[in-house]
């Protein structure tokens, strides 16, 4: 029998969020930089959190949950600015405005 790859903590983990709450440290070394790394760190706090899984995590992991969430919310909040500005500066325009991907 083999064992089996220790190399996508990432794809298993957006297949299955569970499996955040039984990895071991080594593990979350490799997906918390897989994740950051693709861009999808915020991903696993929020995620993390919509579960509840959160608390049962280890406490290293934490800070770089914390610190991805902070960070979604402070591009949230730049996001929701600049369409304000967008839509002020449109506003006389009279034809319907569309938000392409990157402001999602």
Do not use: F, N, Y
């Not at 861009?39 to 959160?54: E, K, Q």
Request: glycine fraction near 4%.
């Amino acid at each position: 029998m083999t064992a089996r790859p220790r190399c996508q903590p990432l794809l298993d983990v957006l297949r299955d969020p569970r499996r955040m709450a039984t990895l071991a440290l080594r593990d979350w070394d490799l997906l918390l930089r897989q994740a950051a790394a693709s861009g999808l760190l915020s991903r696993i706090a929020v995620t993390a959190d919509a579960r509840g899984l959160t608390p049962a995590l280890p406490a290293a992991v934490q800070p770089h949950l914390t610190a991805a969430r902070t960070l979604a919310a402070k591009q949230r909040q730049a996001v929701r600015w600049e369409v304000r500005r967008i839509a002020q500066a449109l506003a006389g325009v009279g034809t319907p405005v569309a938000l392409l991907k990157g402001a999602a």
